[in-house]
């Protein structure tokens, strides 16, 4: 056999051997606006030295939320799997389809140079994949989400002493999508609530997208009290069902045995409490009550001087608006309640000026 005769043989077999096979699929194909549905594209092949390189085109996702995507290199069956997965929500109802992607494959071939003899060289090629199109049926108007969940409240303690907090977490689960939902809220009748923070983790489980939110509260009251129900309201797909579930109320003993949040004030403070609560919360209600502790054992030059301060701040706050009184204000406060250095007086006194002269 001939030289050119071998290198043809040569390049069928390894034609052959490096063929290479695309697919994609989803998890369903009739779901509902707003449930997750999984988008795998799969790029199958035998490696050797023929195929080279492969990059991938990802589709145009115009009509649908993606919530993650993930991508998993593995072997099966002698061959290596490549695999690119989408979680995603369809936007709209109807028929929506999937845009175009495509795998760009590069192979190592042979071409005859200038001189006829066989070299080596790199071809790129495109091979696509198949659109997809499902249907997603109209969500029922009202419902917070698509899903089956379960919500839970629990507290850390249901025992407390006034103005000290009990912490409450409010825990949103189940099968479904909660990214769009609205955060829960929680509000009792003569009770401070402050919402200390809020976490989402979601991932797949079997054919479940396994969604869960957890919010965190904290809770002051004077007097025993009552945590209601919270409500959350979903469809549920798997049913067909409007299904509705509620956390069970926790009662909360609050004892005498703490420290009251009174406050001994001149009858000119009083006029910017509530603008003061209402910016600082919690942390600078409990930083004014250590601010009066303390100032009980220093000499009386010493309280005229916190008093002044305090009046100085009160009247910022009112202006809150303005750059240099906000910026005052911060300095005032971090000074007063976490022990910072002592701001420039006759900058603030200055802006003062500036602000009443402008009213």
């Known amino acids: 056999m001939s030289l ?44 050797n030295d023929a195929l080279v390189d492969f990059r991938f085109a990802a589709p145009t996702l115009s009509h649908f939320r993606v919530l993650d995507s993930k991508t998993v290199a593995q072997k099966k069956s002698g061959r290596e799997l490549w695999t690119k997965c989408y979680t995603v929500v369809p936007m709209q109802s109807g028929n929506v389809q999937t845009g175009p ?15 006829g003899q066989w070299m080596p060289a790199l071809e790129w090629s495109q091979e696509r994949y198949d659109a997809l199109t499902l249907f997603a049926a109209p969500a029922p108007s009202g419902v917070q989400g698509i899903g089956d969940f379960v919500l839970s409240a629990r507290t850390d303690s249901n025992q407390t002493r006034r103005g000290e907090p009990v912490h409450l977490t409010l825990s ?13 809220r929680m509000a009792i009748s003569g009770v401070d609530v402050f919402e200390e923070g809020r976490s989402e983790a979601a991932r797949w489980k079997g054919e479940c997208y396994y969604s869960e939110r957890n919010q965190t509260f904290a809770l002051v009251g004077q ?5 209601p129900e919270v409500q959350f309201r979903s469809f549920d797909p798997k049913t067909n069902r409007v299904v509705r579930t509620r956390s069970v109320p926790i009662e909360v003993n609050v004892s005498g045995l703490g420290r ?23 942390g600078f209600a409990a930083g004014m009550v250590l601010t009066l502790l303390l100032g009980r054992r220093r000499g009386k030059t010493a309280r005229v001087r916190v008093d002044s301060m305090r009046r100085t701040l009160i009247e910022l706050l009112k202006h809150l608006d303005d750059r240099e009184a906000q910026q005052c204000a911060e300095a005032m406060e971090k000074h007063l309640y976490e022990g910072a250095e002592v701001p420039d007086e006759a900058a603030m006194e200055k802006v003062l000026r500036r602000l009443r002269n402008k009213t």
Not at 101 to 115: G, I, L, P, Q, S
Not at 223 to 227: P, R, V
């Open 223 to 227: 007097k025993d009290f009552t945590i």
């Open 4 to 47: 050119r005769g071998s290198l043809a043989a040569i390049l069928t077999v390894i034609s052959s051997v490096s063929a290479f096979e695309l697919h994609v699929q989803a998890s369903k194909t009739e779901l509902f606006q707003g449930e997750p549905v999984a988008l795998t594209y799969t790029f199958s092949y035998t490696q």
């Open 101 to 115: 992607a495509a795998m760009n494959v590069a192979k190592r071939t042979y071409k005859k140079d200038a001189w």
């Open 260 to 282: 009251p949040l009174t406050y001994h004030t001149t009858k000119e403070e009083i006029v910017g409490y509530t603008t003061v609560i209402v910016a600082a919360a919690g």
């Open 172 to 184: 949103l689960r189940g099968c479904g999508d909660l990214s769009l939902s609205e955060p829960l």
